[in-house]
């Protein structure tokens, strides 16, 4: 879609974009040349669906905060405006790309808007309601968990003077005692929702995916079933992109995608190699190739496997 073709959709739909604060929110609307700023609070977030109302904004484009964002999109969304999340990576690359290198809250706002505006085509990700946001919450706290068990067990390596050690392995049993206490809210969350229990129990019929893996994706991925295989294998960040210039043709490279999935997805596609028979079979065929290609290669085939068994609402069935 050219400028003025997304400009025309903008005046249409009518964008704007807000950037989110731990505090306050300041939404602008370039197309319709005006701009408002808003507590983040109940108070705020009504002051604002007042405002969309008055302007009839029908989609707000915002980056990922941190987790600051949350509640005036769940406020947006239950009022009927489209929320559309962006890469904060790729909207500053946009206003590089313009030539714009000053920051501050309005002209992020500003940016926001006009990256939502020249790719007004781009595919909106799936809204995810409350239970998917308390699972991601869950699983958000189990990965740093694990980060400082990690960072402990480094550190009794090195540690020898005893009664550091003894505080050290103190503290490491407690977090573990978390860990399972973790794991046990997170099963239970999703058992007690039937949609995602059952969806999740088909994702673990195939070798190689357990628990952490199927809550993983439920949380991290709710487009699982409703993409192409492309488009599966780049949201993860399994997608091969090609390196080449004139004559030169470099190694095809992954980038981008969720991180935090892909790297439960290496761990589930190591667990496969072995144990599923066709990803098995699918590695012995790349047998020559380095390692890591052959792991990311089956990391991309269990990702499309299991888009197409959420696709379907089947189970796996082998070969």
């Not at 190699?273 to 991309?300: Q, S, V, Y």
Request: charged share 25%; hydrophobic share 45%.
């Amino acid at each position: 879609m050219d400028k003025e073709g997304a400009r025309e959709m903008a005046e249409r739909v009518r964008i704007a974009g807000m950037d989110v604060g731990k505090q306050y929110l300041v939404i602008d609307s370039p197309a319709l040349g005006v701009s408002v700023g808003v507590t983040n609070d109940t108070r705020g977030h009504e002051a604002l669906l007042a405002w969309c109302a008055e302007h009839q904004v029908a989609v707000v484009a915002l980056e990922a905060s941190g987790g600051y964002e949350r509640a005036v999109a769940v406020r947006l969304r239950d009022a009927g405006v489209i929320v559309r999340c962006l890469n904060p990576l790729r909207v500053r690359r946009f206003a590089q790309a313009r030539g714009k290198l000053a920051k501050n809250d309005r002209v992020d706002a500003c940016t926001i808007a006009l990256y939502a505006e020249a790719f007004a085509d781009e595919r909106v990700a799936v809204p995810q309601d409350n239970r998917r946001v308390s699972l991601r919450e869950h699983l958000l706290v189990r990965v740093q968990t694990l980060d400082v068990i990690s960072t402990i067990i480094s550190q009794l390596e090195h540690i020898h003077e005893r009664s550091l050690r003894a505080m050290l392995q103190a503290r490491l049993q407690g977090l573990k005692r978390s860990l399972v206490a973790l794991d046990r809210r997170i099963a239970k969350l999703v058992a007690s929702t039937p949609d995602l229990a059952a969806l999740a129990d088909r994702l673990r019929s195939v070798p190689g995916v357990g628990p952490v893996l199927a809550h993983t994706l439920l949380a991290l991925l709710p487009e699982l079933g409703h993409l192409t295989r492309r488009q599966v294998a780049s949201l993860a960040g399994v997608a091969p992109f090609d390196d080449d210039s004139g004559k030169r043709r470099g190694a095809r490279q992954i980038d981008g995608g969720r991180a935090g999935l892909r790297r439960v997805l290496y761990m589930a596609a190591l667990v496969a190699k072995r144990r599923n028979p066709e990803i098995r079979t699918f590695a012995e065929r790349l047998k020559g190739k380095p390692g890591k290609a052959i792991i990311t290669a089956c990391m991309r085939k269990l990702i499309v496997i299991l888009n197409a068994i959420a696709r379907d609402g089947t189970v796996w069935q082998p070969i």
